[in-house]
């Protein structure tokens, strides 16, 4: 059996939460140092203060761009999320035979993915209103039953079904 490796990155979406965010931290930095000129003694500060709240707010609004990287390697799947395109956090690692459904997110499986039995949920997406979103579930090392929904490309999923062809449901496969 050969190796395989396939790897993939998916940029996520802003949403009104995060761009209220964004929009939050910019009147905050030009605000914040405004107060600093109603005190007459301290305006000498306000060009340092006004450039150290904008840098700090260009940090701020930079760590809010979300990338989710995928990585399949030799049937274990992990993901990592990147945040400002210079910090990496990892979401998860899993064995993709411990999956017990691979399929996407449609009406047909929709008693899958919103099992009771769900404790965990890791959304690493580009938006909950992309169509092609894709879910896995399956129960994690620590006996909770997860539900990973990402984006996996064509190549990614033909991976996968190479190993769990009877637990993969997509639109090429019957029931």
Same mark, same amino acid.
């Given at each position: 059996m050969s190796d395989v490796f396939v790897e993939q990155i998916v940029e996520r979406k802003p949403d009104a939460k995060a761009n209220l965010i964004k929009i939050g931290i910019a009147l905050a930095a030009i605000l914040l140092p405004s107060t600093v000129l109603f005190f007459g003694v301290l305006r000498f500060i306000? &060009?340092?203060t006004l450039g150290l709240c904008c840098?700090? $707010?260009f940090l701020? %609004? +930079?760590k809010q761009n979300v990338e989710y990287e995928y990585s399949f390697t030799n049937g274990e799947l992990d993901v990592?999320? %990147?945040l400002g395109r210079r910090m990496r956090r990892h979401v998860l690692s899993v064995r993709v035979r411990q999956f017990d459904i691979l399929a996407p997110m449609t009406g047909e499986y929709r008693d899958e993915y919103e099992a009771r039995t769900i404790q965990r *949920?890791?959304? $690493?997406s580009t938006s909950p209103k992309s &169509?092609? +979103?894709w879910f896995a579930r399956f129960t994690d090392d620590a006996g909770a039953? *997860?539900?990973l929904i990402f984006e996996p490309n064509e190549r990614m999923r033909e991976a996968m079904k190479g190993l769990i062809p009877h637990?993969?449901?997509g639109p090429d496969t019957a029931l």
């Open positions: 306000f &060009p340092v840098w700090g $707010a701020m %609004i +930079r990592d999320k %990147i *949920t890791e959304d $690493a &169509p092609d +979103r039953v *997860t539900l637990k993969y449901r």
